[in-house]
Every structure is written in C-alpha cells, then in structure tokens.
C-alpha cells in the first residue's frame, strides 16, 4: 500500500513560481511510476510530469516542458514538482500518483493523494 500526500500550492501571480511536494509512505517498487496530474475546473485530469520510482528518468507534458521539472529523493520518500514561469492556464488542482507498473495513464494510476491547488492570478 502507498500513500500519498500533496502540499505546496498557493496562489502565485503569473511569471512566478511554486514547489509542489509529494510525501511517499510505503514502499513502491523500483518499476512503479510517481506522477503529478491536475484537473481545471470543469476540465478533465491531466498528465502533467512524471518519474520513474528506480531509474529517475522523466517525463513531461508538451504544456510544461521547459518550466515545469519533477524530482524524487528516494531516500526521503518524497516527490517534487518545481513550476516556473506560471501562467493562468496552470491554474489547477495537483495531484500525486503512483502507478505500480509503470504507467503515466491517469486511468492506470492505483493510488492517488488529495491534491493541491495551485492558482495562478494577479
């Protein structure tokens, strides 16, 4: 079983920036998946960025690419998600996910933290 537990939204003026973080409890397995994914008010959930649990290697949606970087500090159990150059479009719920097998998929996700908000305004 894992746990997941998001903070660090707030309201941010456009061009600023944020830090996201994602506590893990239990233990995931080297080949699952930790993602952020967020959901605009009448909008669908979104993939966001993601990273794998053992090897660290990343992924990122085309929206995000270049301001948003996720990391993980596998020791600490913790994920990050630092956004930069916020813009109002950004403006969401932030949720953490893990995926046992190594998915991004929002469907695929098996477990899932309360989210965040993130709101991006002047």
């Known amino acids: 079983q894992v746990q997941l537990v998001e903070s660090g939204g707030g309201l941010v003026p456009p061009g600023g920036s944020l830090r996201l973080s994602c506590a893990v409890s239990?233990?995931?397995?080297?080949?699952?998946?930790l993602g952020w994914f967020r959901q605009a008010l009448g909008k669908e959930r979104e993939f966001v960025a993601g990273?794998?649990?053992?090897?660290?290697?990343?992924v990122y949606a085309d929206s995000v690419k270049g301001r948003f970087t996720i990391s993980r500090d596998r020791a600490k159990g913790m994920v990050f998600l630092q956004m930069n150059s916020l813009k109002p479009e950004d403006t969401a719920d932030y949720y953490c996910?893990?995926?046992?097998?190594?998915?991004?998929?929002?469907?695929?996700?098996?477990?899932w933290g309360r989210g965040t908000l993130v709101t991006v305004s002047s």
């Open positions: 239990g233990r995931p397995f080297s080949s699952a998946t």
């Open positions: 996910a893990a995926d046992r097998n190594g998915g991004f998929a929002p469907s695929g996700m098996d477990y």
């Open positions: 990273i794998r649990w053992g090897y660290g290697t990343t």
